[in-house]
């Protein structure tokens, strides 16, 4: 691929950093049809316009082979391994360590803890 032919298309760059992170193909049954590439880039399009699965442009993969790969790597947690990566590297671009040093601690939900709420039962307890 040389050229994205859209915005949101995955550059050579960005796919090095992704395609490493995609399940591996399954070592039995039949080889990958699919280029993931080009599902990847299918669901950024998506994403980026706001479309329903089934308006997914033709000349990528079929709409359903598509949200199939987004369901499974939901499942196995992949676009959070990808989230955490990309921010890894967005941190030490910018000089900085890769794990964030703070922590913020919503004041709502400490005072629901402490007051009970409704699903106080639900909560972890040390006694």
Do not use: C
């Amino acid at each position: 691929m040389t050229e994205p032919l859209y915005d949101s298309d995955l550059t050579d760059a960005e796919w090095e950093i992704v395609e490493p992170l995609l399940p591996a193909p399954k070592p039995l049954g039949k080889d990958r049809e699919v280029d993931l590439r080009e599902a990847l880039n299918a669901i950024f399009y998506r994403a980026d316009n706001a479309l329903k699965w089934r308006a997914i442009p033709k000349h990528f993969p079929a709409w359903q082979t598509v949200y199939g790969y987004y369901r499974l790597w939901v499942r196995l947690g992949v676009w959070e391994q990808i989230n955490l990566t990309l921010i890894r590297q967005v941190r030490q671009a910018a000089g900085r360590h890769e794990e964030p040093s703070l922590v913020i601690i919503d004041s709502q939900s400490v005072k629901l803890g402490q007051k009970g709420g409704r699903n106080r039962d639900l909560m972890a307890t040390n006694g």
